[in-house]
């Protein structure tokens, strides 16, 4: 079954549907998590994550919880509670270390969605077992203290476990409740008997701290699935972008890869592309001037020239095709030489004078004196200078005037700059002349129309004299093309010997001076 064009691999690169199916995914599941976390109901694909932040906070943890029932226990011993309180302790630690080497292997095993349950509930028995622990700090008894003392006493330790527990344990829903609700009930309960108001207050106050710093357990966890919440967003996107990224630098990849391949093509097909073309204008010429002999018929002899002149018009666009698919494809090498950049100005304004006298233009060639050599390929900078003369007498009016000017500039290079005071080329339009077959509204409407590639082909030859090509233009005002040549490129003239030098030279070498001279200028 054949394939259409637009479902060719090469045609669907870019899937443009693909990002906004991607976004009405990531907005949808964007409002369901907000949704989840603003319920406090967690996405099951986020259970896994947070339980790992517990287990790590746990692991963390341990030690100031062991710590705290360290300092709870050895406290109480000192000020009169019975020996029970430092087994209290010992229990109290290992239980907490238990609950931090469960959390570090939680960590440490490869999390599988299906045991997710299981771990849940395992931490949930240790956090209920510590409960135990501390309901069993409720009933231990001091022979110093009053009974409002321990109970005070008790119920400081308690408050701060559970301010302690919450930090700590707040990505387990409902751990906090599960730690301490016995506790709070059994301390009720061991001094209800002799300070029974007392107890109530402390066991009260205990129930609302317990259910405060729940709430804030449910906040921190809600502040913690947000966070993940974001997190994977982030990674979504991070992932798209690089997704995008990548289908942007193969699809660069292969726009490159085809215009360097169009380059060469174009640039080996030189001989064929130019044999034909030399054949037809050759025979059209022979027939327009009936060099084999005489032609019946006039329309003939007008079809010859029309074809000649097609000819010619076809051969300069390939040749300018060919410069720049040439330049393009970096088979242009440049033979650098010393050469006189006035020199070669003035030869091409001789090639184009002839057209401009034809529509009454004046050139005018301005130039300082006595300018170095520049080193650049004298092909290149011919056919930089002819083709911007080239477009000021095309596009300038009958009777117009274009001034040219070849000096130096600021930095030490070298300038050649033509200005015309033609139509001129509107300001947003300088881009699109400056690309490849571009043309302006003014070249369109034109009778003269070219082929666009001539100021591309300028800059990318002055490119290659690591030079700089400008095109200032208003409409109605004219336009001036400069290119500038840098002062890397500008030889130094050597200053001549001083007369005395020269003189001691020859005696020294037994020759006259002008064989010195001869000899310097042979080498």
Known sequence: MSQSPSELPDKIIVDRRKSYRNSDVRNAVRKTRDRLAEQGISDPGFDSELLALYARTVQSGTLALVLLAVMIGFGGAMVGFS??????AVVASLLYIGLGLLGRRYVAQKRDP??????????????????????????????????????????????????????????????????FALPVVALAIAHDAVVQTT????????LAAMLFFSFIAIRLRKASLASLSFRSENNALIAELEMARSISEEARRRAEDANLAKSR???????????????ILGFSEVMAKEVLGPLDNEN???????????????????????????????????????????????????????????????????????????LADERSIRQV?????SNAVKFTPSGGHIQVKTGWTASGGQYVSV???????????????LSAFGQGSIAIKSAEQGTGLGLPIVQALMAMHDGVFKLKSKLREGTEA?????????????????????????GATGRPSGARLAAVGGN
């Open 83 to 88: 020996i029970m309180i430092l087994l209290w």
């Open 419 to 433: 200005r015309d005071n033609g139509p001129g080329i509107p300001e947003a339009e300088i881009p699109v002349v």
């Open 265 to 279: 093509f174009l640039a080996s097909m030189s001989h064929e592309l130019r044999t034909p073309l030399n054949a």
């Open 385 to 389: 200078a002819l083709n911007l003369l």
């Open 114 to 179: 299906r045991t997710l349950q299981r771990w849940i509930t395992a931490f949930a028995a240790v956090h209920v077992t510590l409960g135990f622990g501390w309901s069993w700090f409720a009933f231990v008894d001091s022979a110093v203290w009053s009974d409002t003392q321990v109970l005070m006493f008790k119920a400081i330790a308690m408050l701060v476990a559970m301010a302690a527990s919450a930090t700590i344990n707040y990505n387990l829903r409902w751990s906090v409740v599960a730690e």
């Open 482 to 506: 400069l290119v500038i040549f840098p002062a890397n490129r500008v030889m130094d003239e050597l200053p001549a010997a001083p007369v005395e030098d020269r003189t001691q030279a020859a």
């Open 199 to 206: 107890a109530l207050v402390a066991s009260a106050g205990l």
């Open 300 to 374: 003939y002899r007008s079809y010859a020239n029309d074809i000649n002149q097609s000819g010619q018009h076809l051969l300069k666009l390939i040749n300018e095709i060919l410069d720049l698919s040439r330049i393009e494809a970096g088979k242009q090498e440049l033979v650098e030489e010393p050469l006189r950049l006035t020199e070669i100005v003035e030869d091409c304004i001789g090639l184009v004078r002839m057209k401009a006298t034809q529509k009454t233009i004046q050139i005018d060639h301005a130039f300082e004196p006595g300018m170095p050599r520049l």
